[in-house]
């Protein structure tokens, strides 16, 4: 039985490292040509779709007409957002309902563009309109608004939701970026 | 059952091997629970966004999109939307290149922040995701060069990384010494503590100094705060440590502390049973070994006990009932084998193609879900299968290829979107361009300043004339014209007092209209002047238009050929790149069916070998049985 049985407990010392391992691949794939491909394939296809959401843009969103839209989250103690729907020049352009992943994201420091549109020059109203959890667990609705210029080049503005640490409520607020 | 008795097991000749695969192993594998492919992205704490389109990047990466997130990465790049954020956008950019698998240019993204111009912080940052890099793909060595100038001064999360992955490194290039000394100034308590700790004991071990090693073992073993894999593993360690040093007793005490319900409870009893069997209580080795037996044989240590149980049997305890134990193990051993011939059957019918196909549709779904979406006779096996990295490699590829494919399949709807939008203007463009280049306004223009001429001739032949009465507004000019026809027909009239009132009166009224033009004279030379700067400003603006014009006529016409070109280039691409994505896919699912064929084959030949083994040894006990003139087993 002896020397015979070191292949059998020589497997059974491999099954037993196979368990925990996400750290490092010891069985991890060579770079092997499959690989090679697929990742010669991955570059070329994102370098294709920044080319492409380029062209997107500038073909349907010219900067001089063009303007972003985008919602961040700085604390969030006081509200759990739920959706947003943004309104401008009274007609519904966005509703986004958040998903809990999205919401960490903004959490962490990302900030979502929620909207993409085309404005002519002149005079133009924003509104958001956000819905989520507030303090106590209540149900919470709340608005802000903002009117703004558009000029030749392209607009950014950003949706805020802020805590307020002084009235222990959660601020929502509308700002334009140079 | 005696000292003696034990001895023919001779397990000996199998421990060193044994443990030192299995505490490579151990050290190897005691990354779990960390998070090695941690980036610059993924550090915790929110981070501070001076740029939109920066946020825009880290929001697509918190919330799982590692495609969007890099793409966006690049669109805000070539638009230079990343300006307040320089080094950090490259670390981002960096280790998203890393996260997606773009291993090459995420390489020489970070090896480019390494150089003296930029901070100390950034090419530290950007040298530990080379190194985990590096750990990823299972090379110690340069784990251990790029970690190399990275000094140990920062606190916190980054310092234990570096100095965990540095020890990691180290046992992995058999330098468990210096794996053992990086990790003795470990100083924090947070959740990597129990792994540095388990590591460094392994460490010690390997390195000639077991009592250290073992007691730093027993530290982690009963450790509450440590994980309970974790503490089972550290106990497995220890336990065939102390086998190997010959402690069985210690050795025991150790597998005892393994949970029964645990990742590790099958190898622990087998532990125990040797550990019995070491210190001559064979009897106390069936315990663990016939609990062992009764769990199905797909676990390698019931396979093991299998045969190792009835080998006691025919050592010591009853060689009589020795043979009928090993005719059932082999038996057991065979429907194992026979198992996997079905499974076999079932992945050479495609069984595994729809499991794999559901799984790569749903990105949610953990790799372990594929147990479920397999014909039974393949589900026992799966399981093994997608723990294996390989494995994981090439479903994260597979689905990362199903959303490529996605991706290129939309775009190349939306491109005709592209074409219907470019035509629509087009089409705006050569409704108005005529409008536009109409003969008739170049001729109302020539006309305009023909005008114009016209007036600044008139204008200056009267100026010239000196006489304010040149330039009489038309009111005046008109009262002047009707003063000069009454007084052209006052004097046809014979002189007649009555008419001398009248008379007086038109000279007034002419001497009024002069006295006016003459009071005004200068003033209407500024004004019209001015006038005719204006309608000279107006001309030009007028000219500067129509040139205007003319340009937007020849770029839009340009323009419109270079989204064109853009265009019909994107498809081309995507064109392109549709067929090696869908044959990429169909390779890796083939790679993925041969790996799983490749561990059955494994697994069957392994059956193979141990049921050659018992059948060899059933024979030796005929034949001894024989040789004895006693009754056959």
Known sequence: MVPSRFPILATLVLALVAFPLPGRAEDAPSASALEDEVQDLKQAVVALNRDLFILEEELLFPSSTQVQVFLSLDVGTFFALESVQLELDGKEVANHLYTPREVEALHRGGVQRLHLANLDRGDHELVALFTGRGPNDRDYRRGAELSFEKTLGPKYVELRIRDSEALQQPEFDIREWE | ?633
Do not use: C
């Open chain 2, 1 to 633: 059952m005696s000292r003696a008795g034990a001895q023919p097991l001779r397990r000996a000749r199998l421990r060193p091997s044994f443990l030192r695969v299995l505490l490579l192993a151990l050290a190897l594998g005691s990354a779990a629970g960390l998070s090695w492919t941690a980036t610059a992205a993924e550090r915790r704490e929110p981070t501070e966004v001076r740029d939109l389109a920066y946020g825009d990047v880290l929001f697509h990466y918190f919330a799982g999109d590692r495609f969007g997130a890099i793409v966006r990465l690049e669109v805000a790049q070539a638009q230079a939307l990343l300006e307040h954020h320089g080094d950090d956008a490259l670390l981002l950019h960096g280790g998203l290149a890393l996260d997606y698998g773009l291993r090459r240019r995420a390489r020489e993204i970070l090896f480019g922040l390494l150089d003296e111009t930029h901070t100390a912080d950034v090419r530290r940052r950007a040298r530990l995701a080379l190194a985990r890099d590096a750990w990823r793909r299972g090379d110690p060595a340069e784990t251990l060069d790029v970690l190399e100038p990275v000094e140990l001064e920062t606190r916190g999360t980054l310092r234990d990384e570096v100095q965990l992955l540095r020890a990691l490194a180290l046992l992995a290039v058999d330098r468990p010494d210096a794996a053992a000394d990086t990790l003795a100034g470990w100083e924090s308590k947070d959740r990597m503590a129990p792994f540095a700790h388990f590591n460094r004991a392994v460490a010690l071990v390997r390195s000639g100094r077991p009592d250290e090693g073992l007691a730093l073992l027993d530290t982690v073993g009963r450790d509450p705060v440590t994980p309970a894999p974790l503490r089972d593993r550290a106990n497995l360690a220890a336990g065939y440590s102390l086998l190997e040093t010959r402690e069985p007793d210690r050795a025991a005490e150790r597998f005892g502390r393994i949970r029964l319900e645990g990742p590790y409870a099958t190898q622990g009893l087998l532990g125990a049973g040797w550990a019995a069997a070491d210190a001559g209580r064979l009897q106390a080795a069936l315990g663990p070994w016939t609990r062992l037996t009764t769990q199905p044989a797909f676990d390698p240590a019931v396979q093991e006990a299998l045969i190792a149980l009835p080998y006691v049997y025919a050592q010591t305890l009853d060689p009589l009932s020795a043979a009928a134990r090993f005719e059932a193990s082999i038996g057991r051993l065979d429907d194992e084998r026979g198992r996997i011939a079905e499974a076999e059957d079932a992945l050479a019918a495609g069984g595994l193609l729809d499991g794999i196909a559901l799984l790569v549709a749903d990105p949610g779904a953990p790799a372990e879900a594929l147990v479920e979406r397999v014909p039974p006779s393949l589900a026992l096996f799966v399981g093994e299968l997608v723990a294996s990295n390989r494995f994981r490699g090439h479903l994260e590829r597979l689905r990362d290829l199903e959303e490529i494919q996605a991706g290129l399949e939309d775009w190349r709807e939306k491109i005709e979107n592209f074409d219907l939008m470019l035509a629509t203007r087009e089409a705006r463009w050569a409704e108005r361009a005529p409008t536009v280049q109409d003969p008739r306004i170049a001729e109302a223009a020539d006309d305009f300043v023909a005008r114009r001429d016209a007036l600044v001739e008139t204008f200056e032949a009267r100026l010239a004339s000196d006489d304010p009465m040149a330039l009489l507004t038309e009111e005046e000019a008109d009262a002047h014209a009707r003063l000069e026809a009454v007084r052209t027909r006052l004097e046809r009239l014979p002189a007649d007092p009555a008419l001398e009132a009248l008379r007086d009166k038109q000279r007034v009224l002419a001497g009024v209209v002069r006295w006016q033009a003459t009071r005004e004279h200068a003033e209407r030379i500024w004004g019209a002047r001015k006038a005719l700067a204006e309608v000279d400003a107006q001309l030009a603006e007028l000219d500067d238009r129509r040139a205007g014009l003319e340009v937007a006529l020849v770029e839009a016409r340009t323009g419109f050929e270079g989204f064109a070109g853009r265009i019909d280039e994107a498809r081309d691409r995507i064109e392109t790149l549709l067929p090696r994505v869908r044959g990429a896919r169909a390779t890796e699912t083939e790679a993925l069916v041969a790996l799983a064929r490749e561990q059955l084959d494994a697994r069957s030949e392994r059956l193979r070998l141990q049921i050659a083994e018992a059948r060899f040894e059933l024979a030796r006990l005929y034949e001894r049985a024989a040789l004895a003139g006693g009754p056959t087993p």
